[in-house]
């Protein structure tokens, strides 16, 4: 048995959410608590396996681990490769870990509780697929399965009031015009990256990626009529470029990313900000800079000025948010625009051979991965405490919450403390070392970028301040004082997990860097 589950250890990860859907379409949708529970139990059976492959995994190894290939699409010459390594290791596992933390968060909705549990655990079974996939069809069916899940989760779960003026005198509910935003910006970009995935495989007869990353960058002969090879890589990269940007979302391919978090659910929020903006970084690391390093290092000034740009502008749009999910949903933009600086040292290591260059560049690269994975944490907690909130007082506004709720529910307030510190980088825990080393790898290379970039952290200061200040800070409303404000056990049992992770990553970070290292050493040198 044991030899069995480490043979098939990345399709058990993969395909036991499915099975857990199979599984809840038996159960009458009439049972709401026998739904909730067999799909939060089930849940736990892909992160029980993650847990097993983390411990499993030997970082000194290189290459990708736990490889299955099987025949799937022989017509194309497509097969079912899966893998992992130290950047996707870390992205299964928090994924893993926030899907059962958002189903349990999600235990008081009650209309269509079979359909949101089946969408959600669908959405993880994309997000997972991405990060395990060594195909690039594979990999972009996969990154097109979290598409559909997170529409309807936007449209039909999403917050119920509200509705946006499209000129003319029409108006659309506020969720309808956010999920349709959110559904058109990233197919857009998908369709680009679709076409270039088409063009690459059919010139090498074959999506297998491993083989790609070994000849696309080296390939220079001619095979379309009238354009060259390098005309072929620099629009495929662009594709490929702007797709992600879209998903990280980078400024100025940002904008579907405040409606979307605003009318989402409590749940969805926190799995789009903590994983699917991740898939987009993920994509740069794994696809962009492998199989495109001469076009990835002549676009990484630009790359790093649209980060720079992002960190400062989103913290600057963050601080002017009065309704306080949105205020949160802006500081996403800021925070993934440290993870694009990152990946812009290290594309630009790869046209240089300065070791100090490269030493900069792989602490940049760790420094990338590791706030992908911290911003997931910090940012699931600041959505779920938001809904918390909410819960109880229907309201979002942060002048009409008017502050003084902490004399009302001190444990909540405890919380939401810890966690807008973690969002702001105080030493001690994880975004602290993540940014730190961000900025150390960037500052040699893109030192112009990453001073400009200090602003937007004077600002990220700013506006956790402020959340925090018109929140909990001051006399007492006593608009809430017959509310039961406190948050409840089940509450603090979903961001308890996000707590001891982020403290963890704060003060003993090598438990990830480790890691993380070994591959990223490999990616830039």
């Keep these: 048995m044991a030899t069995f589950i480490y043979q098939n250890l990345l399709s058990l990860i993969l395909f036991s959410p499915v099975a857990v859907i199979l599984i809840l379409l038996l159960i009458p949708s009439s049972m709401h608590s026998a739904i909730r529970w067999a799909a939060l139990l089930g849940s736990l059976v892909p992160l029980a396996f993650t847990v097993v492959m983390w411990s499993a995994y030997d970082p000194a190894v290189p290459g990708f681990q736990f490889e299955q290939r099987a025949e799937w699409y022989s017509a194309v010459h497509s097969s079912y490769h899966v893998g992992v390594d130290g950047i996707s290791v870390p992205m299964l596992l928090l994924t893993a870990l926030?899907?059962?933390l958002g189903i349990l968060a999600s235990f008081k909705i009650d209309e269509r509780v079979k359909a949101f549990m089946v969408l959600y655990l669908a959405l993880e079974v994309g997000m997972l697929g991405v990060f395990v996939s060594l195909d690039l069809l594979l990999f972009f069916l996969f990154y097109e399965v979290g598409l559909v899940p997170m529409y309807f989760l936007i449209s039909l779960w999403g917050s119920p009031s509200g509705e946006r003026d499209l000129g003319g005198g029409r108006k659309v509910p506020a969720r309808q015009y956010a999920s349709f935003k959110f559904f058109v910006y990233t197919l857009a970009g998908s369709l680009g990256l679709l076409m270039a995935i088409q063009v690459i495989a059919q010139t090498l007869g074959t999506?297998?990626?491993p083989e790609l990353i070994a000849q696309w960058p080296s390939f220079n002969q001619d095979v379309f009529d009238g354009i060259s090879m390098g005309a072929v890589k620099t629009a495929a990269f662009w594709t490929f470029t702007i797709a992600f940007a879209i998903k990280v979302p980078l400024w100025p391919f940002h904008t579907w990313l405040p409606d979307a978090h605003t009318e989402a659910p409590t749940a969805g929020s926190m799995i789009l900000a903590g994983v699917l903006l991740k898939l987009g970084a993920y994509g740069f690391l794994r696809l962009v800079l492998p199989l495109f390093p001469a076009e990835a290092a002549a676009a990484s000034p630009l790359l790093a000025t649209l980060a720079a740009l992002s960190i400062v502008l989103g913290a600057m749009a963050a601080y002017g948010q009065t309704d306080f999910k949105r205020l949160v949903a802006?500081?996403?933009?800021?925070?993934?625009?440290?993870?694009v600086l990152g990946i812009a040292v290290a594309a630009w290591a790869a046209q240089v051979s300065d070791p100090a260059i490269r030493m900069s560049a792989t602490i940049a690269a760790n420094g990338a991965v590791l706030q992908m994975f911290n911003h997931g944490l910090s940012a699931a907690a600041m959505f779920f405490l938001v809904g918390v909130v909410?819960?109880?007082a229907h309201t979002r506004d942060l002048d009409e919450l008017g502050g003084g709720i902490w004399q009302l529910a001190p444990v909540y307030g405890g919380i939401l403390i810890f966690s807008s510190m973690a969002s702001l980088g105080l030493p001690g825990l994880g975004g602290f070392v993540a940014e730190f080393a961000i900025v150390r790898g960037a500052w040699p290379v893109f030192t112009l970028a990453t001073?400009?970039?200090?602003?937007?952290?004077f600002f990220t200061g700013a506006y956790i301040l402020k959340g925090v200040q018109q929140v909990l800070h001051g006399p007492r409303n006593e608009k809430w004082s017959h509310h039961p404000m406190e948050i409840s056990l089940r509450e603090v049992l979903i961001v308890a997990p996000l707590m001891v992770l982020i403290l963890l990553a704060g003060i003993w970070p090598a438990w990830l860097?480790?890691?993380?290292?070994?591959?990223?050493l490999r990616l830039v040198g």
């Design 98 to 100: 926030l899907v059962p």
């Design 207 to 209: 999506f297998d990626l």
């Design 330 to 339: 802006y500081s996403s933009v800021n925070h993934m625009g440290f993870v």
């Design 390 to 392: 909410y819960e109880r």
């Design 451 to 457: 001073a400009v970039s200090m602003l937007g952290l």
């Design 513 to 520: 860097l480790t890691m993380i290292n070994q591959t990223v």
